[in-house]
């Protein structure tokens, strides 16, 4: 069983930048991809960006490549998602999943834990 929770959200402007992490629990945890998502609402969760267990392979949405990079430390058991040059269209709830097998899948089904979510919200 692993549990995440992420952190790191909040309210910047146009241009700023954001590191969202996404701490997990459960010793296994380094065998596992994460990948982000975020959802709007009344919109499907999105995907956003994914890591592989050892953080060799990432995979982003080309919404955000070039400005998201998405980075892992198994040591501390934690994902980071750093974002620059936010844009107002990024206004979302962020949300962190890990999947016990991949290289880190673009589809939510292939994640078998999900955290609450952390709201980021970008103001123009």
């Known amino acids: 069983q692993v549990q995440v929770v992420e952190s790191g959200g909040g309210l910047v402007q146009a241009g700023d930048s954001l590191r969202l992490s996404c701490a997990a629990s459960?010793?296994?945890?380094?065998?596992?991809?994460v990948g982000w998502f975020r959802q709007t609402p009344g919109n499907e969760r999105e995907f956003v960006a994914a890591i592989s267990w050892r953080g060799l392979v990432t995979d982003y949405a080309d919404s955000v490549k070039a400005r998201f990079t998405i980075s892992r430390d198994n040591a501390k058991t934690t994902v980071y998602l750093q974002m620059n040059s936010l844009k107002p269209e990024d206004t979302a709830v962020y949300y962190c999943?890990?999947?016990?097998w991949g290289l880190g899948s673009r589809s939510k089904e292939a994640y078998h834990y999900w955290g609450q979510g952390t709201q980021v919200t970008v103001s123009s």
């Open positions: 459960g010793n296994t945890f380094n065998n596992y991809a």
């Open positions: 999943a890990a999947a016990r």
